[in-house]
């Protein structure tokens, strides 16, 4: 039996590598606190330009829904009235209308 002459020999015979291999420490994850701190701002301001859209977007979408809960509530009131309008007369139908609009003035 050869004893191993060269720190490359391997004795199952391995040999295709041309130095020994050091430890494996990885060196990606230490980078300067500058440049770190760099990622974290251009990060946070992605975000907040982010949270920003979503708020647009979510107000436009209110805006919308607002608009056509005020067209059904005002197509319910017209039904309501035209239905008073074929019970009543047409003059105490516009003096419950009136009324009815002071009072909503009154509690908002």
Not at 1 to 16: I, V, Y
Not at 70 to 81: F, G
């Amino acid at each position: 039996m050869s004893t191993l002459t060269a720190p490359s020999l391997r004795k199952n015979g391995k040999q295709w590598h041309d130095t020994p291999r050091t430890a494996f420490r990885p060196t990606s994850s230490l980078t300067p606190y500058s440049k770190r701190l760099l990622a974290q701002k251009s990060l946070s301001a992605t975000k907040s330009k982010e949270r920003e859209m979503k708020a647009q977007k979510e107000e436009e979408r209110q805006r919308r829904i607002q608009i056509i809960k005020d067209r059904r509530e005002k197509k319910a009131e017209k039904e309501r009235y035209e239905k008073m309008a074929e019970k009543m007369h047409a003059k105490r139908v516009e003096r419950v209308r009136r009324r009815e609009k002071r009072n909503k003035m009154l509690k908002s």
